[in-house]
């Protein structure tokens, strides 16, 4: 039987993500933007933009960037207008899919997203076709081997979260999507090294693949994160590693 495991998954994912810079840079800035419109340029009073100030620092998004974005979203120099959309569906072998966007332009986006799914074995659904089954929620993980996790659980419960689980040699800590920040800031404060942290949409069921099937499902994922406007992509399919090879 094909093996996987949980920590092998969030690093193959994460190695696939950092191969696109560019792509990296556009989603982040095109956050950055619309957080900056929708709660003010300042990080201290708007947890949106915090974030996503942090997570265009995680892929080395230069400073000037970053500023010249929040800039855009508060009107003080000319930009292009963006408007979230979630676009959900099936892929290969029924796993759900859910494709959270920012676009300018609907009537190009839709259509775009539609052939994706059709090309790639899968069906765009309709709005809370599959988005029922997932999780709102903060989830932050750290190396196993570098955090004892009795002293992982003591700060982040301290700070408001709402779960501490170990898997697979990783650390995962859940929480509410308001708690998500505090929580992170109180883990770094103690000096707990992070391996990734993210708001995320968590599954309440998965779907194993066989490795043919997560091959295909791999490519129409990837050619999903790919289009202009897609800014993450969540499902609940369990992925062999073989997958990846």
């Given at each position: 039987?094909?093996?996987?495991?949980?920590?092998?998954?969030?690093?193959?994912?994460?190695?696939?993500?950092?191969s696109k810079r560019s792509k990296?840079?556009?989603?982040?800035?095109?956050?950055?933007?619309?957080?900056?419109?929708?709660?003010?340029?300042?990080p201290k009073f708007n947890t949106t933009l915090r974030y996503a100030i942090d997570d265009?620092?995680?892929v080395n998004m230069p400073k000037d960037t970053i500023e010249k974005a929040i800039k855009k979203g508060t009107g003080e120099i000319e930009g292009e207008t963006y408007e979230p959309a979630?676009?959900?569906?099936?892929?290969?072998?029924?796993?759900?899919?859910?494709?959270?966007?920012?676009?300018?332009?609907?009537?190009?986006?839709?259509p775009e997203i539609r052939s994706i799914f059709d090309k790639g074995g899968g069906n765009l659904g309709t709005q809370n076709s599959v988005a029922f089954g997932f999780t709102h929620e903060g989830v932050i993980h750290l190396d196993a081997s570098k955090a004892e996790e009795d002293e992982v659980i003591e700060a982040a419960l301290e700070a408001g979260a709402k779960d501490v689980a170990t898997e697979?040699?990783?650390?995962?800590?859940s929480t509410e999507p308001t708690d998500f920040i505090g929580v992170k800031d109180a883990l770094v404060a103690a000096g707990f090294e992070i391996e990734q942290a993210e708001l995320t949409y968590t599954p309440g069921t998965t779907v194993q693949l066989d490795v043919p099937a997560a091959k295909?499902?791999?490519?129409?994922?990837?050619?999903?994160?790919?289009?202009?406007?897609?800014?993450?992509?969540?499902?609940?399919?369990?992925?062999?590693?073989?997958?990846?090879?």
């Open positions: 039987m094909a093996g996987h495991s949980k920590w092998a998954n969030i690093k193959h994912r994460k190695a696939r993500v950092d990296q840079w556009s989603n982040c800035s095109r956050a950055i933007i619309v957080a900056a419109r929708d709660g003010g340029g300042d265009a620092k995680a979630r676009y959900e569906g099936y892929g290969p072998g029924g796993v759900a899919i859910l494709a959270d966007c920012l676009q300018s332009n609907a009537n190009k986006t839709a697979d040699g990783l650390v995962t800590v295909k499902f791999l490519r129409l994922i990837d050619t999903l994160e790919d289009q202009d406007d897609v800014q993450r992509v969540h499902h609940n399919a369990e992925i062999p590693d073989e997958a990846y090879e």
